[in-house]
Each structure stands twice: as C-alpha cells, then as structure tokens.
Nanobody, 114 residues
Framework: EVQLVESGGGLVQPGGSLRLSCAAS????????MSWYRQAPGKERELVAS????????NYADPVKGRFTISRDNVKRLVSLQMNSLKPEDTAVYYC???????WGQGTQVTVSS
C-alpha cells in the first residue's frame, strides 16, 4: 500500500520559515518524481514544487520561486519542502504527491498570520 504522510505544518508569522516533510512507503521511492501541492479554502489545488527521482532536477511554481526549496532523501524515503519568507497567501493545506499515479498524503495545514 502506497502511503505518504506529511508533517511539519503549523502557524507561522509572515516572513517566517517552516519545513514540511513527507514520509513515503509502499513503493520504490527512488524510482518516482515527487511533488508538493497546496490548496487554500475555496481554491483549486495547485502544484507548488516537484523534484525528479534522483533529486537532480527541481521545478517551482512562480509564487514560491526563490522562497521554497524542495529536496529528497532516497535513503530515508523523505521529501521535504523548506519554506522561507512566508506570506499570508501561502496559507493552505499542503499535500505530498507521487508524480505517477493518484497517490496523495493526508495534508498538513500551514497558516501564515500575524
């Protein structure tokens, strides 16, 4: 069974930082590209960042470019999202997803507010 479990969400002030983690199991983790998505209330889920299976290539959505960094550790089977210079508009539930197949984590809430 494919399982993706996010953690690290919480409340942070604007300009602050947060690091999200996604623990993966049930599949050959090193063989798949992984992504982070987010969904704010009343809005569609949007792609935030993606990373290739080796970690050698990354892509970011324009709103987070330069502020967020996606990374992975294929030994620990973890995908991380380092979020810096957070803005209120970053507030959303953040989801980890395997690029191939409809496999999602349960999501973790990130709230950026003063």
């Amino acid at each position: 069974e494919v399982q993706l479990v996010e953690s690290g969400g919480g409340l942070v002030q604007p300009g602050g930082s947060l690091r999200l983690s996604c623990a993966a199991s049930g599949f050959r983790f090193s063989g798949y590209a992984m992504s982070w998505y987010r969904q704010a209330p009343g809005k569609e889920r949007e792609l935030v960042a993606s990373i290739s299976n080796t970690g050698g290539s990354t892509n970011y959505a324009d709103p987070v470019k330069g502020r967020f960094t996606i990374s992975r550790d294929n030994v620990k089977r973890l995908v991380s999202l380092q979020m810096n210079s957070l803005k209120p508009e970053d507030t959303a539930v953040y989801y980890c997803k395997r690029e191939i197949g409809n496999y999602w984590g349960q999501g973790t809430q990130v709230t950026v507010s003063s």
